[in-house]
């Protein structure tokens, strides 16, 4: 069964500084691996979509690697401002052939708040 | 394009009651799935439609129900409610298998249960 953890559960940084968030995840056989963002009471905004096949993704001051064989992607946010202050959270899918195919396995996420 | 749109958007049920909730995906998206997140649970996959057959489902109760129309809009129904399934409801939309694509969310039906 795939677990997926977020470290850390919350995290609160002065405007500007750059940050790490990390993901871990148990079975290393996924498809991709994807970070969504989520403001309080609202649905879910995709931010990356990095496939198995790649080490990297990045969108404007964001950038999601991925290490498949250890289990872990990390979400580097850079400069960051006040308007990133958000839930940010990580899903893997199942695989092809198994039962879980199709569903998203999310992390906890980790509670971003970054202050002027 | 529009995104992911659900119906409506809150909602106040009492116990005992049936509620059904709307997803509408992406033009062109075939796949439709749903989440229920909570507090103390977070995220976790109710089920999912592809083409109007449902090819995935979580570890919900069979009061948890669902289906897809040949338009990929997508319905899911919570028959008799309880206080615990008080919670943001979302639907995700995928162009094809829903997990190897990109899923989009919708902004959620928030429902509570009196």
């Known amino acids: 069964k795939q677990e997926v953890t977020q470290i850390p559960a919350a995290l609160s940084v002065p405007e500007g500084e750059n940050l790490v968030l990390n993901c871990s995840f148990t079975?290393?056989?996924?498809?991709?691996l994807q970070w969504f963002r989520q403001d309080p009471g609202k649905g879910l905004t995709s931010l990356l979509l990095?496939?198995?096949?790649?080490r990297e993704q990045t969108s404007g001051r964001l950038n999601a690697s991925l290490d498949k064989s250890s289990g872990r992607s990390t979400l580097y946010i850079a400069a960051s401002q006040p308007g990133d202050s958000a839930t940010y959270l990580c899903?893997?899918?199942?695989?092809?052939?198994?039962?879980?195919?199709?569903?998203?396995?999310f992390g906890q996420g980790t509670i971003l708040t970054v202050h002027p | 394009k529009a995104g992911v749109t659900q119906t409506p958007r809150y909602l106040i049920k009492t116990r005992g009651q049936q509620v059904t909730l709307s997803c509408s995906p992406i033009?062109?998206?075939?796949?439709v799935s749903w989440y229920q997140q909570t507090p103390g649970q977070g995220l976790q996959f109710l089920f999912e439609?592809?083409?109007?057959?449902?090819?995935n489902k979580g570890n919900f109760p069979g009061r948890f129900s669902g289906r897809q129309f040949s338009n990929s809009r997508s319905e899911m129904n919570v028959s008799t409610l309880e206080l615990g399934d008080s919670a943001l409801y979302l639907c995700?939309?995928?162009?094809?298998?829903?997990?190897?694509?990109?899923?989009?969310f919708g902004p959620g039906t928030r429902l509570t249960v009196t």
């Open positions: 439609y592809f083409s109007e057959t449902q090819r």
């Open positions: 899903a893997v899918p199942g695989n092809a052939g198994g039962t879980s195919y199709g569903k998203l396995t």
């Open positions: 033009s062109g998206h075939r796949s």
């Open positions: 995700a939309s995928s162009p094809l298998a829903g997990g190897v694509y990109e899923q989009y």
């Open positions: 990095i496939q198995s096949s790649q």
């Open positions: 079975d290393s056989a996924i498809y991709n």
